[in-house]
């Protein structure tokens, strides 16, 4: 399950903007500028390895002692992370004698798997002593969220084709997860083609709150989900970085086959990620992803679709694909499960009539529209020589085939 960010905004030229402080406009360019210098020395500090020096970032003296454990274990949770960059952009200062606080773009790359960075908003404060300014907290800003290694001490554990990266977690269990990660890599490489690096991470939290934590969002809408994909949604240029987050809590009840699906799912948006875009239905998303997830498991389409599969026994085939709100995680399971299952069953009639080649044709060409208006029309026109209705009618006939007449296992291998 994809989870879409927003794109970062950089504010470039306009730093002084607004800025309230002390001492008028110079007073307040100095400020700044200082303010930068200190976040460019802690980000060259995490760059190099140097927990002095980074350390030396939080203020001084008996009373700040607190701050400097803080700044300490701060930089002991992230040593694990193999980090090919770090930076910090102040965007905003607001500053009142001796206290300020900053907003400013953490900027950073995993070495060996981001071609570009994971970009999140920070707040900070900081304190000036004896004309030198100091971080006192470096937090989240407004709804961003957490980092892994804002939760605790990160393990890191390397797979041929993935780095897993946990809190709270066991050795063994890290392992498992890289495994079924170097599993559905080349499983999604042999589907999908394309130019992507074919290396993913994937991040354990200890439980379903911090996996929220990580999304920024409430626990609640993801109960019971086993793991989103984080990631900007875009189709043209290079994709930014996205993280697989895994769910313990859901993740951890399924078997392994369940655990497989999943992966290969999500790893499914990792490598389609920059051939999706705005105009890309999540029903064509998602079920490609399931598609990428089930194909060649044997698994029939009444086995891997029961909630469609009583529908249609009840005579309540759907009257059209699934829109984009059907997939909302909050609400109905059984409604939310029938989305899913609805988009991969388009998505393997493709497969089966026009050809596995034409569906990532199809996906590409959905995704290549700068706008949802028309995009799955033109797809289906230049790709597959059909319409929406046409496409539609097929569809739900063979639901009714595949489901109705209850598909062998055998069958189902598509």
């Not at 970062?8 to 406009?25: E, R």
């Not at 605790?152 to 495994?179: I, N, P, Y």
């Not at 990792?270 to 194909?295: C, F, I, K, M």
């Not at 060649?296 to 059209?320: F, H, I, K, N, Y």
Request: charged share 25%; proline share 4%; glycine share 14%.
């Amino acid at each position: 399950m994809a989870g879409r960010g927003r794109a970062p905004k950089w504010v470039v030229g306009l730093l002084l903007a607004g800025l309230v402080g002390c001492g008028g406009t110079s007073g307040t360019d100095s400020a700044s500028a200082d303010v930068q210098r200190v976040l460019d020395r802690r980000a060259a500090a995490v760059r190099d390895g140097s927990e002095k020096v980074f350390v030396a970032t939080a203020a001084p003296g008996p009373a700040a002692a607190g701050e400097r454990a803080e700044a300490r274990t701060a930089f002991r949770n992230l040593r694990a992370v193999p980090l090919a960059d770090w930076s910090y952009r102040v965007t905003g200062l607001r500053r009142s004698g001796d206290r300020a606080t900053a907003d400013a773009d953490l900027r950073y790359r995993i070495a060996g798997y981001d071609r570009s960075p994971v970009v999140t908003a920070r707040t900070l404060n900081l304190t000036r002593v004896e004309g030198r300014w100091y971080v006192t907290d470096d937090r989240p800003a407004g709804d961003s969220g957490r980092q892994l290694w804002e939760q605790g001490t990160v393990v890191a554990v390397r797979g041929e084709h993935s780095l897993v990266l946990g809190v709270g977690q066991s050795l063994g269990a890290l392992r498992g997860h890289a495994g079924l990660a170097d599993r559905a890599v080349p499983a999604v490489r042999e589907a999908w083609g394309g130019d992507w690096p074919g290396r993913v991470v994937v991040l354990v939290p200890e439980s379903l709150k911090g996996m929220a934590e990580l999304l920024g969002a409430p626990a609640s809408g993801y109960r019971g989900i086993a793991a989103v994909t984080t990631g900007e949604a875009g189709g043209a240029g290079e994709a930014p970085a996205d993280r697989i987050i895994v769910n313990p809590e859901a993740y951890g009840v399924l078997g392994s086959f369940g655990r497989q699906v999943v992966l290969t799912h999500e790893t499914t948006h990792v490598a389609t990620r920059a051939a999706t875009s705005a105009a890309t239905p999540l029903w064509l998303s998602e079920g490609y992803a399931d598609w990428v997830g089930y194909r060649g498991t044997g698994r029939s389409a009444v086995q891997a679709a029961p909630e469609l599969t009583r529908a249609v026994a009840d005579g309540q085939v759907p009257a059209a694909l699934p829109a984009d709100k059907d997939f909302g995680f909050g609400g109905d399971a059984g409604k939310l499960a029938r989305a899913y299952e609805s988009g991969w069953l388009a998505c393997r009639m493709i497969a089966e009539r026009w050809g596995e080649v034409r569906l990532g044709e199809f996906y590409r060409a959905v995704g290549g529209h700068e706008k949802r208006a028309g995009a799955v029309e033109a797809g289906m026109r230049e790709v597959l020589d059909t319409s929406p209705e046409e496409f539609t009618e097929l569809w739900r006939e063979y639901l009714r085939d595949r489901l109705g007449a209850g598909e062998s296992a055998e069958a189902g291998d598509g």
